[in-house]
């Protein structure tokens, strides 16, 4: 059995994925778990976890940005930017970008809730 010490231990280990290199960029990919090895499949050099039964994948890879993005919309899903370094961070949002559609109806409803923007801040 575990002590509370070393439980605390493997359940902040677990918070934080720390045991993925952190020498990477990690993501966050949502995907339908049926859909989940696909998608590690058509990743390079990466390492990863699968969470909820294979519908979250903490996937730490140097892979280019738009082809993990392109890999989770192929496999039904989208992928989140977790943790990079500077120069990634400044080129890459950490949202996956929402489709054409799903855009649209997030300004509007921005727009219905905020006219003046008052409470836009540009981080997403």
Do not use: C, Q, Y
């Amino acid at each position: 059995p575990l002590t509370d010490v070393d439980g605390d231990a493997v359940w902040d280990s677990v918070r934080h994925v720390t045991h993925l290199p952190a020498s990477r960029p990690l993501w966050r990919i949502n995907v339908a778990p049926a859909k989940a090895a696909g998608l590690l499949a058509a990743l390079d050099e990466t390492a990863w976890v699968l969470d909820w039964a294979g519908a979250l994948a903490w996937v730490a890879s140097r892979t280019d940005a738009s082809v993990i993005r392109k890999a989770a919309i192929t496999a039904g899903g989208h992928a989140m930017l977790v943790r990079a370094d500077a120069a990634l961070r400044a080129e890459v949002p950490a949202l996956h970008p929402p489709a054409p559609g799903v855009a649209r109806l997030e300004a509007s409803v921005r727009r219905a809730f905020d006219p003046d923007g008052v409470f836009d801040t540009g981080r997403f």
